[in-house]
């Protein structure tokens, strides 16, 4: 090899470690509504018992208090897809860490009962609308090669969101402590801990907005505007000029024979990937994956841990979860979707009918019951958590894709409220109890086995347009 061919592989290896650089940072700042999206939807854990004793809450109230932001994801959701395509996807990104810093200040100032619920409904808007647009975004600015591994980075952010939920809930109480504090200070650390809890997110939720303004727009959203010059420059950033070039033609010919209508979603060709859309993130949801979050102490309660073990016992589940998703991270790109999705639905089945037989047996002594939890969560951390999200990004055409992606996530929000009003009433039933109702997670998930291997298919390492392509054949 000559010196001037030496030196020009130099530069082209910099050339492309470069650009994978500047891909992993645009999507990092957008995995960072991930994290919000954990942190807001686990600290409510810690707040609950300290807002019903402050307010005096009934049962009632302290149910509206937690589905209120439910309510406010669902309709996060359904506006930020129409939005998204109006205003583009960075502009709805801003107005999700808004959304999410007013509710953290609101929250934390909040006087009355109405002030503090309206509060948590403004940040459950932002989490419907960062569950949206989030990944969205990162699948529509990522190469094939790499795509469902930046997209996983977005679940790793909302498990990292869980645990920072669970310790700064704790540090905070342990700063409580502290009769030092004058003033203010006092008012929300000491006085109103739970304040100081909901208060702190403020501070991602700043960072997040930030750090949004160095990001570029979503190319396809940019030709989806016919702003060919800028779609082209962003990604001249971040790929190497043919590429970009390429890139442009391909996305441009396959929007000139898209319609941009949402009703065309319903036509024969895209029936599979609706089915697709709606279902895979419903029993993602329906498994249980949100009560064993929500509701973790008491179940491990029911199990004979004592409280103090139980709380522990739900900090080794956020950890764990936050390590299994690094198995999507490195692998959903060379493996593929469906090899995760089958090992991890089947483990969560098993599972799941697992930890129910031992709570019909009683086997509630020596750890089995935490370790099938574990290995519950593993499970769901490795495929249904991440590969959801980016199956769901990546099967609908351009055109329509923000409003075909808001449908199927507003199904997720939907499971997840079922979930939520019903497990507490499934656990205390004497009918349901603890082992009814894991099995009849197991049995409501159950065909999320027949939905991924006769119907989803193999994406990894295919353009968006090539996937779309697929589904016109």
């Known amino acids: 090899m000559s010196a001037n061919q030496s030196q020009s592989k130099t530069i082209s290896n910099t050339h492309v470690s470069s650009h994978k ?19 807001d939807t686990a600290v409510i854990s810690g707040v609950l018992p300290f807002v ?16 209120s932001a439910l309510l406010g994801c669902l309709i996060g959701v359904i506006i930020a897809g129409k939005l998204s395509d109006w205003k583009g996807r960075k502009f709805v990104m801003l107005i999700s860490a808004g959304l999410f810093l007013l509710s953290a200040v609101g929250c934390m100032l909040a006087e009355s009962s ?4 309206t509060f948590r409904l403004i940040g459950g808007l932002g989490i419907g609308v960062a569950s949206m647009i989030c990944p ?16 996983a980075l977005y679940q790793l952010a909302i498990t990292i969101g869980i645990v920072a939920a669970y310790f700064s809930n704790v540090v905070l109480l342990k700063i409580s402590e502290d009769q030092s504090f004058t003033g203010f200070l006092k008012y929300i650390l000491v006085d109103h801990t739970w304040r100081s809890m909901l208060g702190i997110g403020l501070l ?37 000029a043919a ?18 209508s949402l009703k065309d979603l319903f036509v024969k060709q895209y029936r599979v990937p609706l089915l697709i859309g709606i279902s895979l993130p419903f029993f993602a949801q329906i498994s249980g994956i949100n009560a064993v979050i929500y509701y973790g102490p008491s179940i491990l309660e029911k199990a004979g841990f004592s409280l103090g073990d139980a709380f522990g016992g739900q900090v080794t589940i956020g950890i764990v979860n936050v390590l299994a998703t690094f198995i999507a991270i490195f692998t959903v790109d060379k493996w593929g979707r469906k090899p995760l999705l089958i090992l991890g639905i089947a483990s969560t089945i098993v599972s799941l009918v697992v930890i129910g037989v031992l709570f019909h047996y009683n086997i509630s002594t020596g750890p089995w019951i935490l370790i099938f939890i574990i290995l519950f969560i593993s499970g769901f951390a490795f495929s249904f958590g991440p590969v959801t999200f980016i199956i769901v990004s990546e099967i609908f055409p351009t055109a329509i894709r923000a409003q075909a992606v808001s449908i199927g996530i507003s199904s997720m929000w939907i499971a997840n409220f079922l979930v939520g009003q019903m497990t507490p009433m499934m656990l205390k039933s004497s009918l349901w109890g603890p082992a009814y109702t894991f ?23 295919q353009s968006l347009e090539q996937i779309e392509r697929t589904w016109k054949a």
């Open 439 to 461: 099995w009849t997670f197991a049995i409501l998930c159950a065909p999320a086995l027949w939905l991924t291997i006769s119907k989803i298919p193999e994406t990894k390492g």
């Open 243 to 260: 590429t970009a070039v390429r890139e442009v033609d391909e996305m441009n010919n396959s929007l000139s024979t898209e319609r941009a």
């Open 136 to 151: 969205l975004y990162i699948t529509e600015i990522s190469p094939p090669n790499s795509r469902g591994q930046m997209v």
């Open 52 to 67: 019903v004793k402050s307010f005096g809450f009934n049962s009632m109230m302290e149910g509206w208090f937690v589905s």
């Open 114 to 117: 109405f002030w503090l619920i």
């Open 21 to 39: 650089s500047h891909i992993l940072f645009i999507c990092l700042i957008a995995a960072i509504g991930g994290f919000l999206f954990g942190f």
């Open 204 to 240: 991602p939720s700043f960072i997040f907005w930030i750090s949004l303004l160095f990001i570029p727009e979503s190319p396809r959203w940019l030709l989806l505007k016919n702003q060919t010059e800028k779609a082209l420059a962003v990604l001249l950033k971040i790929t190497d």
